[in-house]
Each structure stands twice: as C-alpha cells, then as structure tokens.
C-alpha cells in the first residue's frame, strides 16, 4: 500500500496554479430533458474522451469512477449490476441519448445488466449519472437514479479512424469509424470487435467452477445521424448492434447476447417560446444460455414532449409517454403490457436561484397507476458556495417475469403484485475555490422504499419488503495545471432490508476512488483506482474489500497516427466482485490509432 500512497501522492500534488482558468463546458440534458447549465440535482458527467485517455474501453469500467455507485459483474465479459444509492439492480434507468432502454425478457424491471459491458466507449461522447428519484421525467425504473449514455456526432470533414489493439489472455480489439458534419448534417458510425481467450469465470468458491478459460466475443456497431431541414426543423435517428458469445461455468456451456437499438427523433420550433419534440424507439433483446434456455424480448417507447420558454426565468416541460414491452422466454409464455404517462415540471432560473417542481401521473396496465412528484432547489451565494437540496418520490412496476413467470413448470409470477415506491431526498453544498479550478461536494441522501418485490421460495414473488438507504457523498475536482485534471470521490452507504433486518447484499459500506488524466502536448496519462469495503453476497458469503487501479498511456506521432498502451489491474489484485467469479490479474495492451 505504501506504493499506491506515494503515487497518488505524486498525482494530486499540485505544484504550481496558472492564471488562466481552464473551464470545461457542461450543459446537462438528463435532468430535466433539456439543456440546462444549472441544476439543482446530484450529477456526474464523463467525458468519452476523457475515459478513453484512462484506458476506459466499455461502459461498465466507466461506471466504477461514479460517486454513490456500486458495481458488481459475473466474472469476464458477464452480466452487471449496478447500485445507485443502494437501490436494488433496475431500481434506475439506463437511457441512450435520453431514451429509456432495458430488457424485458429480464428478472428484474429496468434490467440492463446482460448488455451493459457489451457497450463500448468508442461512440460515446459522455455519460450523465443523475442521483435521487427521477420518475417524474423517466417514469417507472427511475428510482435512484438515470444513466443516459449520450453518442458521439460527427463535426468538421469527413473522417475515417482505424484502431487496432492486441494483449493479454490473447485479447484483440479493432475499431472503424467514419464521422463527419456541417451546418445541417453530421454522422457517426462505429464498428468495433473484440475477441479474447478469457480466464476461468469462477474459482474454487463457486459450485459451478472450471478451471478452463471462458472465451469472448463481441462484435458492435453503433450508428448516429442528425439533419438540419431548417433553422426550425430538425430530424435525426441512431442505431446500436451487439452480437456477445461468452463461454460460462454451470449448467449452461454457452451465452449469445443480440440487442438492437434505433431511435427516430423530430424537433420543431413552433413559435419563440414554444419547441415541441417526438421520439419513437424499438429494442429487441434475445439471449441464449446454450443448451437449456431463451430470454427474447422487445421494447417500444414513443414520447411527444413540448418545452415553453414562457420567461427569460421560467420553463415548462410538458408530454406524454408510451410504452410497451413484450416477453417469451424459457419460463414465460409469451406476455406484454403498456404503460402510459404523462408528465409536467416548471423550472424558474433567476440569478443565483434555481426551483424546479414536476409531477408525473403513470398508468401501468393490470398493474395499477401511481403519481410521482419532485422538487429541487439550489441557490449559489457570492462566495462561489451553492446549497442544493432535492426530494422525490418515485415507483418500479413488476416485471413481465415477476408477474406471470414459471421456474421449471410452477407459477412463481404474482399478477397481483403493486409497483414499488419510494421517497427520497438529498441535501448538499458544492464550494469552488481557485477562480472554479477546485470544487468540492458534499451531499447526504436518504431513501425509503416500500412494497419491495422479493422472492419466497414458497409463495413466489410477493410485496414483503421495506428498504432504507442513506448516505454521504463527497467530490472533489481539481485543475492543477491547464493540462492536469484529478478527481476523488468517497461515498459511505447503510443500507438495510427493514423486513429481515439485515443489511442488503452488494452494497459496500464504503468505497473510494480517483482519477487523473494528464494531456500535454503529443502525450496522454491516464491513471484511475477504485477502493470498495467488504461487503456480504449471497448464502451469507462475504466479499473481502480491495483496492484495484488501471492506467493507459498514449503518445501522438503526428495528426493522423498514435500509439497506446494500457495496463488493468496494475498491482495484480487477487479481488472478487461476485463471490466465486474471478477478475483478471494485471493485464497489459498495446496499439495504434489512424486518422485519415
């Protein structure tokens, strides 16, 4: 450990300050589904480029540098769980480009875990993570919290980049993309395959374990266009291809993941104060667990929604969102249901105060309906100090599989399960210091959620749970140097299943990570480590904490060509994410980059 202190203390040791104050510029869509520069609520950006210069290559590892996240994976290349604020997996919203995405055919409502590490960062232009009840604006699923994965769009002349990369475990990655715009069209397009050799899944703690390599593969292919029919007429869609092979340990030999993901948008100024937009997406989810079972599932999402500037100080966002799902799986006879919302929030920005206020009014088929609210708040004082303080109440519908699904021929679905909900609110104060080049944050939150669904192993799936988390949230950012950027993050979390008294499994009590990225002139250095607590498993097994750090290297011959290096895992850390699953020892790759 001592070696990991002296670097980190070479890392975040600012030796001198420039006079120049280096800002980067944030305008946040996800927090109230229009470009904003101010909001009151608890956001993380992550810069596409920036992870990149970290040796980040799918959104998963992203994910690790957020406060008030856990992450969990089964094994190399396997499904992800992500915790916001100790919320259960599906309790928040994954969006690309602000639409909602997950898959049906899954356990849990909201689940996108199967997919998650298959997206990769090469069209991602940033992720925005949003903390505390969001399902006014997003609606069911959007209890904790919403990812909205945002693409890359093409500038300048058109461009052809090649990538190729080779490494350990056998492992090789190859990137084509072609990108490009003007005024009134731009487009991105992106292929990207991926091919290892693996390691084991499992370790001897596991009852599926096999000492052989598990391989994976991964062909993706993400797609963007947007045109400009006017300076008041815009039309764009986007498309996401994955095709995963993994090899397991269990009873299942083979895993094939296929998602398919389009978006069709259309945006028109009506009058000056008045902009209306509609979106229509379809997914299509299939997984195939060799030789035993199937999981397909698809997903329509259609939103009209209209924005009112009626002040220079005061919006309205208002719409309607519909949204259907089907599901036939091994342990589902084929299902579906709509769902059907609409929703309202007033925004008044005035100098340093920010008030925005919303409601939601959602109407779950066979389910029932629910009405959600929110509030948030944020005044910034002279001394550069803002107060932020946010509550909300939000909601989680049963899943297909939860409401009608059979395990080995017995019904364990409950078609008379009720939706979760929960209440949530968060208070906090963010100080900048240097003329904006250090800021620090500091936000505790707490959550109650009620009716959780849980399974009985007699009864099946029934609304016997009641769960509180609570919590604190510190950030730091700092800007040394014009070409040096740190960032820390520490989050200590309680929570507790107030049903069976215990503490909720894969939730850390504590976790602690950093960042840096150094860009000078034809070099970049990325380093970034995360530290997570102990925390408990299933059948009572324990996670033991650990402390895990990565960093990539990339030098810049000229303009169209670069070479990279990247190393995970960069002390050989013997972790565990998911009790019996492995990860990777230090891991080391290399390749180029063309332009042209």
Same mark, same amino acid.
């Given at each position: 450990?001592?070696?990991?202190?002296?670097?980190?203390?070479?890392?975040?040791?600012?030796?001198?300050?420039?006079?120049?104050?280096?800002?980067?510029?944030?305008?946040?869509?996800?927090?109230?589904?229009?470009?904003?520069?101010?909001?009151?609520?608890?956001?993380?950006?992550?810069?596409?480029?920036?992870?990149?210069?970290?040796?980040?290559?799918?959104?998963?590892? %992203?994910?690790?540098?957020?406060?008030?996240?856990?992450?969990?994976?089964?094994?190399?290349?396997?499904?992800?769980?992500?915790?916001?604020?100790?919320?259960?997996?599906?309790?928040? %919203?994954?969006?690309?480009?602000?639409?909602?995405?997950?898959?049906?055919?899954?356990?849990?409502?909201?689940?996108?875990?199967?997919?998650?590490?298959?997206?990769?960062?090469?069209?991602?232009?940033?992720?925005?993570?949003?903390?505390?009840?969001?399902?006014?604006?997003?609606?069911?699923? %959007?209890?904790?919290?919403?990812?909205?994965?945002?693409?890359?769009?093409?500038?300048?002349?058109?461009?052809?980049?090649?990538?190729?990369?080779?490494?350990?475990?056998?492992?090789?990655?190859?990137?084509?993309?072609?990108?490009?715009?003007?005024?009134?069209?731009?487009?991105?397009?992106?292929?990207?395959?991926?091919?290892?050799?693996?390691?084991?899944?499992?370790?001897?703690?596991?009852?599926?374990?096999?000492?052989?390599?598990?391989?994976?593969?991964?062909?993706?292919?993400?797609?963007?266009?947007?045109?400009?029919?006017?300076?008041?007429?815009?039309?764009?869609?986007?498309?996401?291809?994955?095709?995963?092979?993994?090899?397991?340990?269990?009873?299942?030999?083979?895993?094939?993941?296929?998602?398919?993901?389009?978006?069709?948008?259309?945006?028109?100024?009506?009058?000056?104060?008045?902009?209306?937009?509609?979106?229509?997406?379809?997914?299509?989810?299939?997984?195939?667990?060799?030789?035993?079972?199937?999981?397909?599932?698809?997903?329509?999402?259609?939103?009209?929604?209209?924005?009112?500037?009626?002040?220079?100080?005061?919006?309205?966002?208002?719409?309607?969102?519909?949204?259907?799902?089907?599901?036939?799986?091994?342990?589902?006879?084929?299902?579906?249901?709509?769902?059907?919302?609409?929703?309202?929030?007033?925004?008044?920005?005035?100098?340093?105060?920010?008030?925005?206020?919303?409601?939601?009014?959602?109407?779950?088929?066979?389910?029932?309906?629910?009405?959600?609210?929110?509030?948030?708040?944020?005044?910034?004082?002279?001394?550069?100090?803002?107060?932020?303080?946010?509550?909300?109440?939000?909601?989680?519908?049963?899943?297909?599989?939860?409401?009608?699904?059979?395990?080995?021929?017995?019904?364990?679905?409950?078609?008379?399960?009720?939706?979760?909900?929960?209440?949530?609110?968060?208070?906090?104060?963010?100080?900048?210091?240097?003329?904006?080049?250090?800021?620090?944050?500091?936000?505790?939150?707490?959550?109650?959620?009620?009716?959780?669904?849980?399974?009985?192993?007699?009864?099946?799936?029934?609304?016997?749970?009641?769960?509180?988390?609570?919590?604190?949230?510190?950030?730091?950012?700092?800007?040394?140097?014009?070409?040096?950027?740190?960032?820390?993050?520490?989050?200590?979390?309680?929570?507790?299943?107030?049903?069976?008294?215990?503490?909720?499994?894969?939730?850390?009590?504590?976790?602690?990570?950093?960042?840096?990225?150094?860009?000078?002139?034809?070099?970049?250095?990325?380093?970034?480590?995360?530290?997570?607590?102990?925390?408990?498993?299933?059948?009572?097994?324990?996670?033991?904490?650990?402390?895990?750090?990565? %960093?990539?290297?990339?030098?810049?011959?000229?303009?169209?060509?670069?070479?990279?290096?990247?190393?995970?895992?960069?002390?050989?850390?013997?972790?565990?994410?998911?009790?019996?699953?492995?990860?990777?020892?230090?891991?080391?790759?290399?390749?180029?980059?063309?332009?042209?």
């Amino acid at each position: 450990m001592k070696k990991v202190f002296k670097i980190l203390f070479f890392l975040l040791l600012p030796l001198t300050i420039e006079a120049q104050t280096i800002t980067l510029p944030k305008v946040v869509v996800t927090a109230s589904r229009i470009e904003e520069k101010e909001t009151a609520s608890s956001i993380t950006i992550l810069d596409g480029e920036e992870l990149k210069k970290q040796g980040v290559i799918n959104v998963t590892e %992203a994910l690790h540098q957020i406060p008030g996240i856990s992450i969990t994976q089964y094994g190399f290349g396997g499904a992800t769980s992500v915790y916001i604020r100790g919320g259960k997996n599906g309790q928040a %919203a994954i969006l690309i480009d602000g639409v909602p995405i997950y898959d049906p055919a899954g356990i849990d409502k909201g689940d996108l875990g199967a997919f998650l590490s298959h997206l990769q960062i090469e069209d991602i232009d940033r992720i925005e993570i949003v903390r505390g009840p969001q399902s006014i604006l997003y609606g069911s699923n %959007a209890m904790t919290g919403v990812i909205n994965i945002i693409t890359k769009k093409g500038i300048g002349k058109p461009k052809i980049k090649l990538l190729t990369e080779g490494g350990s475990f056998n492992t090789s990655r190859e990137s084509l993309t072609l990108s490009g715009g003007k005024e009134d069209l731009n487009y991105f397009l992106n292929y990207t395959r991926f091919d290892s050799d693996g390691i084991s899944k499992t370790n001897s703690k596991s009852s599926y374990f096999n000492p052989d390599k598990d391989a994976y593969r991964e062909h993706y292919l993400g797609g963007k266009a947007d045109l400009k029919f006017s300076d008041k007429v815009r039309f764009g869609f986007s498309l996401r291809y994955i095709n995963a092979e993994q090899e397991l340990d269990g009873w299942n030999d083979f895993e094939n993941d296929r998602l398919f993901f389009t978006q069709l948008y259309y945006e028109q100024d009506l009058f000056p104060i008045w902009e209306h937009n509609l979106r229509f997406s379809y997914t299509s989810t299939n997984r195939k667990y060799e030789p035993y079972d199937f999981y397909e599932g698809t997903l329509t999402d259609f939103s009209w929604q209209h924005n009112f500037k009626l002040f220079k100080f005061f919006k309205v966002i208002t719409g309607f969102d519909y949204r259907y799902e089907r599901a036939n799986t091994s342990y589902i006879e084929e299902k579906d249901l709509d769902e059907k919302a609409w929703f309202g929030e007033g925004i008044f920005n005035y100098k340093n105060l920010y008030i925005s206020l919303g409601v939601r009014y959602t109407d779950v088929q066979d389910v029932g309906n629910k009405t959600t609210y929110r509030f948030a708040g944020a005044y910034t004082f002279p001394t550069q100090t803002k107060i932020h303080i946010s509550y909300g109440t939000g909601f989680r519908a049963p899943s297909l599989y939860q409401l009608y699904g059979k395990f080995f021929g017995i019904s364990v679905g409950n078609p008379n399960l009720k939706p979760e909900y929960s209440e949530g609110f968060d208070v906090g104060i963010t100080q900048w210091f240097l003329n904006k080049k250090l800021s620090f944050d500091i936000t505790y939150f707490y959550n109650d959620i009620d009716d959780l669904i849980d399974f009985d192993w007699i009864k099946g799936y029934l609304n016997i749970g009641e769960v509180y988390t609570q919590g604190i949230e510190i950030s730091i950012d700092i800007l040394p140097l014009s070409w040096w950027q740190v960032g820390l993050f520490y989050t200590w979390l309680n929570a507790k299943d107030l049903t069976n008294d215990t503490w909720l499994l894969k939730r850390p009590h504590h976790k602690f990570g950093f960042s840096t990225v150094l860009s000078l002139d034809k070099c970049y250095l990325g380093i970034y480590g995360n530290y997570v607590g102990h925390y408990s498993d299933y059948l009572n097994t324990q996670v033991k904490s650990y402390f895990v750090m990565h %960093a990539a290297l990339r030098y810049k011959i000229n303009r169209h060509i670069s070479f990279h290096v990247r190393v995970n895992n960069l002390f050989d850390r013997d972790y565990e994410e998911t009790y019996g699953f492995n990860t990777p020892g230090i891991s080391a790759y290399g390749g180029a980059e063309i332009i042209w």
